[in-house]
Every structure is written in C-alpha cells, then in structure tokens.
C-alpha cells in the first residue's frame, strides 16, 4: 500500500474482498476499487497487480482527500430565498475515515448543523455503520405563513450482512421539535410540538461510485412510526418505497429513472401535524414549479414523485490539487443534465388523479464535490409554462426521498 499517509492500514484491508492465498480475479479488484472509491477519505484509488516469483503482489496505491475541507454551502428555496454560510468536513477524522461536518446558513433561513458518520464498526467480521447529528433551524413558512423553528437530533445504526455491502438493514431514532407562532399549525395547543420517531430500513445499493453513479440499482424501504407508544406529540406509521435505476448509454451518458412513493396513516391536524404533509414543487420535488406557489393547491399525507435525468459528463469525476499539493488533494466533476419530474400528492382517494399531477421538465448543470455530494442548478419548465431556477444540494434521487 502506499499514498495512505493519514489512513491507518487496517481502514483500507477491511474494504478488500481479495485475500492473501486467493487466485486473483479480476471482477474482485474491481470490487475492491469500488469499495475504496466509496470512502469519503480517498480522491483517487489505483490497484496495480503485478507477476513476482510465483504470485501475484497487489499493489494498492490510493489519494487522499484533503485532511480538512472548507467551503461556502449556498442554498435556496422558493420560499425564502438565498442563504449560505461556512461548512467544514473532514473526510477522513482520526484516519478511520469517519466523516463529520459543521455548518452556519444565514439570510433567508438560519441553519446550523453537525453529523458524524462512521462508515465501519467490526461485528462478528461484518460492517455495522453508526451515524448521527443534530440541526437547528429557523426559518418563515409562507405556506402556512408562520414562522417556524425546528430542532432535529437523530442516530442510525445500519448493519450489513454480506461481504458485498449491497444490502442493508438500518435502525434509527430522531426527536423532531417545532415551535410555530400561529395557532392551528402545531398538534400541541401550545405551538409546540416535541415528536417522538423510530424507524427500520432496508435498503440496496450496487452503484460503484456514489458521487458519480452510472450503473445498478438504488431502493428500499422505510417504515417509520411517530408517538403513539413512543410519547410525544403525534400518533402515525409512515411507509415509504424509492427505486432507481442507473444505466449507462455511452462512456459519458448516463440514464437514470426512479421514484418514491410514501403512505401515512392517521388525520391531519390530529395524529399528523400540517407540517409534515408534502407540498409539492421546488428543487427536490417537481422542479419547473416554485413550492411556495404548488405547494398551497397540490399537498396531502401521501405523495408520488418520479424522476427521469438524462445526464451528460462534461467533466468526469477527477482528483483536483490545490496549489500541486497532496493534501490539498479533492475529487471533483460535473454533469449537464436534462430532466422530467412528475408528481401528485393526496389524503383522500379520490384525491389521487391525472387531473391533480403536474409534470415540470428542464435542463441543468450540476456540480460534483466532496463534502456536499453535488449542488445542482437546474432551470425548470412547468406544464402550466411557468420558469423557474432551482438550487439544490444533493442528487435528486436522495434528495426527493
């Protein structure tokens, strides 16, 4: 091994499926240049076999990304315009590749955040996985035109049973507090609701490279239930199902279709709070509609949302040295994309009609980086004609989940 200057030896032989005595195989390197590649921690992984005496010696040769990562996280929504602030992350925390972050966001929302993901805790010589972090967030609803503050703090465990890491089950519990300042708008007479959330996931995932996915399958599904035997405010079962599919089309095009559909059970306004309904439009939704203006004819407990992208690398996913410097070492790219979103959203059956979808289509240009996974500016068209500029973070496909 050699580049690992920060990363302690036993982070990388963890992620290889070849061992010591194996005949090699040329579909498990690429394996383990997958795995690698998953890793916050490396900018670049080469494995280089090579014939020596009457074996085969496995050179693995790895960049890592820059040790500590400043940026500005820009954002923006419909309803309250710009905000941004610093973030820093630190891919590669104690050389164990455990990824955290911090972050500020002022202007039209105030947002501050912290999360810490450790991607590989030994149990009986599988991979269990602990993240967690806590949010802060005060912003103005004009749907509901209240201002709102809102406190998360959340962990999940997610255990992965094979040697592939393609399957996973999770467990997770989060406290979801929210103040309002206009009556009606919370569960608890007194404007403020303190939730109570546990959830249970299984999930599948066999893309090679998360920052630039081309190929295999991404899904799963969530169970999640608020109050009722937990406390607190609140008394539903969530249940939501994504799938999507990546599928190369040629070295630099890529397509990929998914969708989410999530179901609650319980009354609005007395075992789920108003909002926690999905209002419908904006950059993670159906981008071409502003969600301030869809968002108050086209919401309810339930929703669908499917997404075609069409994207074009114009920039593949490449290590970039700041000032030729190893430890300023990042991987970045970026992709023109062209899309179609369609969406409606319900509570009562009768409710879930074409006649109440809407379908908003555009082309974008987004941007792989570190850190943040990608930030996506996207133009869209609604099919009512109206246009509209989207900023977002994230892939749409994690994004809309």
């Avoid at 590749?97 to 911090?102: F, P």
């Amino acid at each position: 091994m050699s580049g690992n200057r920060k990363t302690r030896e036993f982070v990388i032989v963890r992620e290889l499926q070849t061992e010591v005595g194996d005949s090699l195989s040329l579909a498990t390197m690429r394996t383990d240049v997958m795995r690698l590649t998953k890793l916050s921690a490396f900018s670049k992984v080469e494995i280089v076999p090579r014939l020596e005496d009457e074996g085969v010696v496995y050179r693995i040769t790895v960049g890592e990304t820059a040790p500590v990562i400043p940026t500005l996280l820009p954002g923006y929504s419909e309803e309250n315009g710009w905000y941004i602030g610093p973030m820093v992350s630190t891919p590669n925390w104690f050389g164990r590749a455990v990824l955290a972050s911090v972050y500020a966001q002022w202007g039209g929302i105030t947002k501050y955040s912290f999360s810490a993901n450790n991607p590989w805790i030994s149990v009986a010589h599988r991979q269990l996985s602990l993240s967690g972090g806590t949010t802060y967030q005060k912003r103005e609803d004009k749907i509901r035109e209240s201002q709102e503050i809102t406190s998360i703090a959340g962990s999940r465990a997610t255990f992965y049973p094979g040697r592939n890491r393609i399957f996973n089950v999770g467990l997770g519990f989060q406290y979801l507090g929210t103040k309002s300042d206009k009556p009606g708008v919370t569960l608890s007479p007194s404007n403020r609701d303190d939730l109570l959330q546990c959830e249970m996931l299984f999930r599948a995932n066999s893309v090679e490279d998360p920052l630039d996915p081309r190929r295999g399958w991404v899904g799963g599904i969530q169970e999640r239930r608020t109050g009722g035997f937990l406390g607190g405010d609140g008394d539903s079962w969530r249940t939501q199902i994504d799938l999507t599919r990546y599928q190369p089309l040629s070295a630099r095009s890529t397509l990929a279709i998914g969708g989410v559909l999530a179901d609650q059970t319980g009354t609005v306004g007395k075992d789920i709070p108003v909002y926690l309904q999905y209002s419908l439009g904006g950059s993670n939704s159906i981008r071409g509609y502003s969600r301030t203006d869809l968002g108050k004819v086209l919401y309810g407990k339930n929703q669908f949302l499917g997404t075609v992208e069409y994207s074009y690398r114009i920039m593949s996913p490449r290590q970039i040295q700041l000032f030729g410097l190893s430890f300023l070492s990042f991987r970045v790219g970026m992709n023109v994309v062209g899309f179609v979103d369609h969406g409606v959203a319900w509570t009562d059956r009768d409710e879930l009609s074409m006649d109440r979808s809407r379908t908003g289509y555009g082309v974008g240009l987004h941007l792989m980086v570190p850190g943040i996974d990608r930030i996506r500016l996207d133009l869209g068209f609604s099919q009512d004609g109206d246009v509209v500029l989207h900023l977002g973070t994230r892939a749409k496909f994690d994004a809309q989940r």
